[in-house]
């Protein structure tokens, strides 16, 4: 019998592994910033040093018989290099990579969410290269939380191979700025170690270190370098929260605002967990049945009929009258519910999951049970920081749903004896399950540091190694379909044993921000102060849709001021302490709105554009945003921003506006925030700055007075679910969008908002056809 928060995972010859969540562990030093992103300092070689990633996961694909495999592997990435090895290269030393590569600008890192692999669950992570996608691969981690530090992991190895571009130099030279490799011939080479490359960071524990602390059942990235306390959102939400009852530890609260506007009242249940986010997150997407009944009255038996691209599955569930008649007496019958599960986890780890009543063919109505429909809810899960890293793990966690008012005015005016019996109040009372369940299994409060330790690869004297040319591409190096390299028969010692891994994700950040906090400088010396301004006509720049005349119109835009956004202040590096965003420096001149076959790059080139306009060839500069929205059919809601006067090269925007594409992924950052519209939207949409470079994947495009950014929201599949879930509330939203450039370096701050829209209930149908 496994251990509470472990999993089975089946091996291509048949043999069960426990699984419990110690693949794919990263640790990092330096600071993160609001969007998740590390700012640790990044050097190629010198004495400060460059950081090694090390540790097991699971190799996907496909052999040349057409047979799917899943084998175990131990991945390295020192500085830009990456290797795969069958076996740990600590304990055999001998043992040469199957796999090798750089990692190349063009190589692009996708996480695909969860999917379930023999009889197991797995977060899937898919490399392939943006100019011929045939070259490409999979990985697996056991938990989230891994999968999103191996992303971190390869993005930090990305930035040090653009760097190692920019340095100048022959591309093959460039693509081997670390080592002096002879290019003649195909022998063996000798490569030194940088200087500063000694520290290896092991990506969790190993399966060998796993068998003798079977124990660890949780573990968690430092929270010093993933979780950043305290910043509970990036836009500012009219949330008055009020705790009206307290049972066994679990505050009930009810959204004041929210029922004085006569709307139905949001109430949530807030508890603290001692345990991980990661744990907690495992716990409640987990459907076991003998782990459930520990827990949660409601939903207990349970079973998943259907999952789609990871991030989104239907479950069918059966009410027991033995153990809810005390709670519901009125059901004298069987009933059974279907409902829907949605997850998304935030570039800084936040996760949330959105339940929904759902239909399923798969599950027609049947005889002797009654089709009820349970209440849609929000689960969210946010990591608090720790104290000292001998701290145990501790999350906070909130479920929320939406009551009638009127039911909910009477369940207080009678001391909540109705109340209490009610599927809502079952519902928050999942959270009392669930704490009280986590405490029941002290496994659950243990975590695992990263451990950084000496590579005894490095331990060759001189600190040599023996490394073949690199400078393919990794997963462009190697047939991916060799049998030769995915054959585990001499693997069987290892197949034997059984490794042991466990499920973690990263949290949410609920409370609403205050309204004191002081407001942001404006942008000083961003524009060429030498230079006149030019006078900005809006009435020169007509879009496809309209500007409106207030948010009671319908179907247009404006542009707010950035009031309603928390930016980073000048001291943010010291105290991470936010100011409330000024006025946006661009001007927001027009919004097209177009209807597409297929996304649509470059459109500011577009003859009929407003950038190839006489008054737009006259502006100083201007910046496009191109959101591709997937649907069917595809939109573009394309943005144009100006600027009065042309751009300091010195500046932020002007180092932006010219830089790499690596530069800009790490830099382009967008905060959402919706205004008005369903409260499950809103959680799902969430609050908290993205860098959308990171996110999704964007193009960019340099000419004359102008940049462009085309953002492809559909190569994401979490932004793909997100952005579906909008589109069906669309026409009832209120949405805020701004625009900045994420302040990395004190130089760099306090930031500034470049530009800020506001969409107005749009309606799909009004889209104008784009001609192409």
């Known amino acids: 019998m496994t251990s509470p928060g472990s999993k089975k995972v089946v091996a291509d010859n048949g043999s069960e592994k426990i699984v419990s969540g110690n693949l794919g562990r990263v640790g990092f030093s330096g600071d993160l910033n609001d969007s998740g992103s590390s700012s640790s300092s990044r050097n190629s070689g010198g004495e400060g040093g460059t950081f090694e990633y090390f540790g097991s996961v699971y190799h996907l694909g496909v052999n040349k018989i057409g047979h799917e495999y899943c084998n175990l592997r131990y991945l390295y990435i020192r500085g830009k290099y990456v290797e795969m090895y069958k076996k740990d290269p600590h304990e055999n030393p001998d043992i040469k990579p199957i796999r090798r590569g750089v990692i190349g600008p063009t190589m692009m890192i996708e996480e695909l969410g969860r999917r379930k692999v023999n009889h197991g669950d797995v977060y899937v992570i898919r490399f392939y290269n943006r100019l011929d996608e045939s070259k490409k691969g999979e990985i697996a981690c056991a938990t989230a939380g891994e999968a999103l530090k191996w992303v971190e992991a390869f993005d930090e190895a990305k930035q040090q191979a653009e760097y190692a571009l920019s340095k100048g130099g022959s591309t093959r030279k460039k693509l081997s700025v670390e080592a002096n490799i002879d290019l003649e011939g195909h022998r063996p080479r000798v490569r030194r170690y940088a200087s500063g490359l000694k520290k290896l960071i092991r990506i969790g524990q190993g399966p060998e270190t796993l068998l003798r602390q079977s124990s660890s059942l949780v573990n968690d990235g430092r929270g010093d370098g993933f979780y950043e306390g305290g910043d509970n959102g990036d836009a500012i939400e009219a949330y008055e929260w009020k705790c009206v009852c307290t049972i066994n530890g679990v505050r009930i609260f009810e959204d004041v605002a929210n029922f004085k506007a006569g709307r139905g009242v949001l109430v949530k249940a807030v508890a603290v967990v001692e345990a991980s986010a990661d744990a907690v997150f495992e716990v409640i997407l987990n459907l076991d049945k003998h782990q459930r009944y520990e827990w949660d009255a409601v939903t207990g038996d349970s079973e998943l009929i259907d999952s789609y691209e990871g991030h989104y599955d239907v479950v069918y569930c059966v009410y027991d009258p033995k153990y809810l008649s005390r709670i519901f007496c009125r059901w004298q019958s069987k009933r059974d519910f279907i409902f829907s599960r949605q997850w998304v986890r935030g570039q800084d780890g936040t996760y949330t999951i959105l339940q929904f009543p759902a239909v399923h063919k798969k599950r027609p109505q049947k005889s002797g049970y009654r089709r009820t429909e349970i209440t849609a809810s929000t689960w969210e899960i946010r990591n608090l920081k720790k104290r000292m890293d001998a701290e145990r793990p501790s999350c906070l966690v909130t479920h929320m749903l939406e009551i009638h008012s009127k039911r909910w005015g009477k369940w207080k005016r009678t001391s909540y004896s109705k109340f209490e019996k009610t599927i809502p109040y079952a519902l928050l009372l999942q959270v009392a399950g669930l704490k009280e369940y986590i405490g029941a299994n002290p496994a659950f409060r243990y975590e695992t540091t990263a451990t950084v330790v000496q590579s005894k690869l490095s331990d060759v004297p001189n600190g040599e190694y023996v490394d073949e040319e690199m400078e393919e591409q990794f997963y462009d190096a190697t047939d991916s379909s060799s049998d030769e390299e995915e054959s585990d028969e001499d693997d069987d010692d290892q197949d034997k044993k059984e490794i042991k891994v466990k499920l973690k994700n990263v949290s949410w950040a609920i409370a609403s921000l205050s309204l004191k906090r002081p407001k942001a400088p404006g942008a000083s010396n961003v524009l060429d102060a030498s230079v006149d301004p ?181 190569s994401s599949a979490v932004a793909r679910s997100v952005i579906g879930l909008v589109l069906g509330y669309v026409t009832s939203l209120i949405v805020d969008l701004a625009i900045l450039i994420e302040g990395k370096e004190e130089t760099d701050l306090p930031e500034y908002i470049l530009g800020t829209v506001r969409l107005n209930r749009i309606e799909l149908d009004s889209a104008v056809s784009f001609e192409v």
């Open 534 to 714: 030019v006078n900005i006509d809006p009435s020169h720049f007509q879009g496809s849709l309209r500007k409106g005349n207030g948010d009671k119109d319908s179907n247009c835009w404006n542009s707010p001021s950035g009031m309603g956004f928390m930016i980073r202040g000048k001291t943010y590096l010291k105290d991470n302490a936010k100011v409330m965003g000024g006025e946006p420096l661009l001007t927001l001149v027009s919004v097209d709105w177009f209807k597409v076959d297929k996304a649509v790059d470059n459109i500011a080139l577009h003859p009929k554009c407003l950038v190839q306009s006489e008054p737009g060839k006259k502006l100083p500069f201007i910046l496009v945003i191109n959101l591709q929205v997937p649907a069917k059919p595809n939109y573009c809601l394309v943005l144009y921003y100006a600027a009065d006067r042309p751009l300091s090269e010195s500046s932020s925007l002007g180092k932006f506006v010219d830089g790499t594409d690596s530069y800009r992924d790490s830099r382009f950052k967008l905060i959402p925030s919706i205004v008005q519209g369903y409260w499950m939207v809103k959680r799902a949409v969430g609050t908290k700055a993205c860098l959308l470079g990171k996110a999704v994947t964007c193009k960019y495009l340099r000419q004359d007075n102008f940049l462009e950014i085309d953002v492809d929201i559909g």
